[in-house]
């Protein structure tokens, strides 16, 4: 070998060596960087919903939404160790089978006490701003917390709920997956259960199909949806149920606050507790009518058991008031009337196109229902 052929092959191992540090270094690096949250490898949650619904949705940049925060917070949302007594959940009060409520007048916490009012629907929540009869929330992640602390619905801190998740086998890696470390705390649980609550889209009613043009609606239907979105005119002979101010477009949703004439003078203030306002005197928020059917009792104080008691109470009962609603306001199909005064054929027809509000899918999806009923999580080190 030729002194040129002994420095260049000296040159190679050099190289070699060099490239194999290097390789090395990079190793090392990308080991250090995969422990933190930014780099751990996560996958983007898609949410799906009809272009009729619209973009202006509620969601924060600071807990974007991924497929394992989601199936997080859904683990989350039927989890019992966040209460007191390890006996209820947030799906004690919100049923996937009831549209994501429970069914009764008012719910019962920990410690046996009633709630104050009657569990809301949790549909479309992608969408809505303020959260509550109320609207005292601002923010998903914010309405998350508020039961789990009160102490006459789940009656624990976040700070237990955090210390209870940490001692189970199972939750650390699963927060792991998701905020790149396995330290559990109260902001990270209700940041996965609003990533959890964001996915609870309901699109698939016969309502629904109609719009896409896939269902035709019965002659039954289709008069109670004309009479759903008419507001009535005695004076040009045009009826109408008057119901689209307050629910109206294709969500049958608007994020209103009204009295709608239950009292003359309200137990509950409503919103006015909050805003020191005379003419907010028992006004709640309007809750969407999507699986309306599937959602009794009714109203704040669910006084109502049926949906006949529903249009029976904007037909014939509204309550005059200062705080009425002005879109209820002597606002009736016979002149000078101070109700609605529908016919029993109209109360029917209305009630077929409630019906047709109901999506079937939404209570029997599988991504939104109780993990534990399928297989149970070690809650034990």
Not at 324 to 353: C, D, M, V, W
Request: proline share 4%.
């Amino acid at each position: 070998m030729t002194t040129i052929e002994k420095i260049g092959e000296k040159q190679s191992h050099k190289l070699r060596g060099f490239c194999l540090l290097l390789m090395f270094s990079i190793f090392i690096l990308g080991l250090s960087s995969w422990n933190t949250a930014e780099e751990i490898p996560k996958t983007a949650y898609v949410l799906r919903y009809p272009s009729y619904f619209g973009n202006r949705i509620n969601t924060t940049a600071d807990n974007p939404m991924t497929e394992e925060g989601v199936d997080l917070g859904r683990r989350l949302f039927y989890e019992t160790l966040l209460s007191a007594n390890n006996s209820l959940s947030c799906g004690s009060c919100h049923m996937q089978e009831k549209a994501f409520t429970d069914g009764k007048k008012l719910s019962r916490g920990v410690d046996g006490e009633l709630s104050e009012r009657n569990a809301m629907s949790l549909v479309n929540l992608l969408w809505a701003r303020k959260f509550f009869w109320d609207g005292r929330s601002v923010s998903l992640e914010e309405q998350a917390s508020i039961p789990m602390v009160n102490p006459h619905e789940m009656g624990q801190s976040l700070l237990v709920s955090a210390s209870k998740l940490q001692q189970t086998s199972a939750y650390p890696e699963l927060f792991s997956s998701v905020f790149g470390d396995e330290q559990i705390t109260g902001k990270r649980i209700v940041m996965a259960i609003a990533q959890f609550e964001r996915t609870l889209i309901s699109a698939n009613s016969n309502y629904d199909k109609y719009l896409q043009k896939s269902y035709q609606l019965s002659r039954e239907e289709m008069n109670g949806m004309i009479l759903f979105n008419t507001a009535p005119n005695p004076e040009k002979g045009i009826r109408g149920a008057n119901c689209a101010h307050c629910h109206g477009g294709p969500k049958n949703y608007l994020e209103l606050f009204h009295n709608n004439g239950l009292d003359r003078v309200s137990a509950d203030p409503g919103i006015q507790q909050l805003s020191g306002q005379r003419n907010d005197h028992g006004r709640f928020k309007v809750p969407t009518l999507r699986n309306i059917a599937l959602t009794a009792p009714y109203m704040h104080d669910g006084r109502f058991n049926s949906l006949e008691e529903v249009i029976d109470h904007y037909s014939e009962h509204v309550q005059q008031s200062e705080s009425l609603s002005a879109f209820l306001q002597h606002e009736s199909n016979i002149r000078n009337g101070t109700s609605l005064k529908l016919r029993p054929q109209e109360k029917k027809e209305l009630l077929a196109f409630l019906h047709t509000l109901t999506d079937t899918a939404f209570i029997s999806n599988p991504k939104f229902s109780n993990p534990f009923l399928i297989r149970k999580i070690n809650k034990t080190k």
